[in-house]
Every structure is written in C-alpha cells, then in structure tokens.
C-alpha cells in the first residue's frame, strides 16, 4: 500500500538584520498590507496544521495482528477474491486528494469490465443491500466478526415481500437481506452506480467496527 511520506529536506536561512526588519514592518503598515499579510499567514498556518494532521492519521498502520488471529493461516487461502475479470487497483485505501482538500476512502477500488460478476469474500449474511447516492448499489455481508461492503454495483434494491432485496434480472441476481451466503457465491456484478467515475468494486472491510485496509487482507490471503 502506498505510504505518504514528506521527502523535502530542511531549509535553514540566516536571520535578518533587525534593523532591517523594523524599517520594513513600517512600511507595510504605512501601506495598509500588514493586516492582509497576516490574514494570509493565518490562514497558510491552518492549511499545515489541517495538512499535517491528515499526513499523520495517513501514516498510522493499525496493528493487524488482531483480525488475522481470528482467521487460521490455512483458512486465510480459502477466502474468495472479490471480482472477475479484475484489471487494476485503482484506488488505495486511505486519505487521498480530491482536489479541494482530503477525505478518507474507506475501501479498495478494483477494476473491471462492466458486467463482471463479483464474488462473496467470505461464507457470511446479508445484513445491508445499500442503495444511496454514494455507494449506489450494494451489500454488506457479516462474517462473524467481520463486515465486507460492495458498491457501485449493477441493478437496484425494492422491497420483496417486506425484505429489502438486491435485483439485478440481467445478472440473474436476487439477494436478500438476512440471506445466508456461502463463499464465491455471485452476488452482483460490477456497474457504476453511486459515486464513480468508472466501473469498479468498491470493497469495503471492517473488523470488530474498526476499517481494515483490504489490501492486508488480499495479502494475507496470498501468503
């Protein structure tokens, strides 16, 4: 997973003569700009401080020594990869620019053809099919202490019977909410609904109510 890292060196300059200073200090406020300059001083020293402490929340690898515990290394490798026809990582999980500032992504994008049929990462019941402005359509599945969340998925959610349900006829899926899954299981396929730019999973991990990176997780499947 990429890292933020702060590569610039330390710049050191001489301080200047105060005289010097005192003199130019005059006449900015003569000019009626010492107000605007310390305005903008202000303002650069919030834009670090928001900046620097996003750097450091980036930064922070949780320990996760916990969620691969609860798994067996042996069982790690039966978990399923959640998409065919994958093409790329688009999108790491984390704080990324978004051109007027940051915000926390809090899964993995991975690349597909429209219409690839997503996999369940692990045997578990469907707790949630989501359908917002955002996720657009999607599931998320509990595995016991674990939570795994798809968006940006193909079809829609109706009510069925008095149950929330995930369509996609084309696909020929149908999930229910409380449905019991088992690992590999096709429940949907990949599409661009929500907020996306272009078809991919949006997959989303958490354990005992704290984000996972899923990165470690493909990781931990692998090794």
Excluded at 73 to 100: C, H, K, L, M
Excluded at 193 to 221: F, Q, S
Aim: aromatic residues 8%; charged residues 20%; proline residues 5%.
């Amino acid at each position: 997973m990429p890292r933020f890292t702060n590569t610039a060196p330390h710049q050191f300059c001489a301080m200047p003569n105060p005289n010097v200073v005192r003199r130019a200090l005059r006449n900015v406020m003569r000019r009626g700009r010492l107000r605007r300059l310390l305005a903008r001083a202000i303002g650069v020293a919030i834009a670090l401080t928001v900046a620097s402490t996003a750097l450091t929340t980036a930064q922070t690898v949780p320990d996760d020594s916990a969620y691969r515990a609860s798994i067996s290394p042996g069982e790690w490798a039966s978990a399923s990869f959640p998409v065919e026809d994958f093409q790329a990582y688009t999108s790491p999980f984390g704080y990324r620019n978004i051109g007027y500032g940051s915000e926390f992504h809090s899964g993995l994008d991975l690349a597909a053809p429209e219409g690839s049929y997503i996999r369940n990462w692990w045997a578990g019941t469907v707790v949630e099919a989501i359908d917002d402005g955002r996720c657009g359509t999607g599931l998320v599945i509990k595995s016991g202490n674990w939570e795994h969340i798809y968006c940006h998925m193909q079809g829609y959610v109706e009510t069925i019977d008095g149950v929330r349900t995930l369509v996609d006829r084309n696909g020929g899926i149908l999930i229910r909410e409380g449905e019991e899954l088992p690992t590999a299981a096709r429940i949907g396929r990949v599409g661009m609904t929500g907020r996306t730019t272009g078809p991919h999973l949006h997959w989303g991990m958490v354990y005992n109510d704290e984000w996972v990176d899923p990165a470690t997780v493909i990781r931990a499947m692998a090794n």
